[in-house]
């Protein structure tokens, strides 16, 4: 069966593209791109593109936040070739969304 996904692909990587599981990412380039808002209005935005991947993924504040303690810089275009884990979570008020983690290292798996 063919869903709305299938006709409307989304550039823009979600939760349910994860399907359920925990991926293993190279970031390719962070850049700033205005997003148009639900209200019409755009803003500016960090975008992420990664390595082997169609998909992008707009980080929202939360997002970028951690992202920024995880690689010790929020200067975003030092961002690029770094290597970052994302997992489908979930927002305090039930959304999902997509947690960035560090990537485990092979002296500390629970890093």
Do not use: H
Not at 41 to 60: A, M
Not at 91 to 108: C, H, K, L, M
């Amino acid at each position: 069966m063919r869903t709305i996904a299938d006709v409307y692909p989304s550039k823009w990587l979600n939760a349910a593209d994860l399907q359920g599981k925990a991926v293993r990412v190279q970031i390719a380039v962070a850049t700033l791109e205005d997003i148009r808002q639900q209200d019409g209005t755009n803003q500016p935005k960090v975008v992420l593109s990664f390595e082997g991947k169609s998909k992008r993924l707009i980080l929202n504040k939360t997002q970028a936040l951690d992202l920024s303690r995880i690689l010790g810089t929020d200067v975003f275009q030092d961002w690029g070739d770094k290597t970052v884990v994302l997992s489908p979570a979930k927002t305090r008020n039930g959304y999902d969304t997509v947690a960035i983690q560090t990537v485990p290292s092979e002296d500390n798996p629970f890093a």
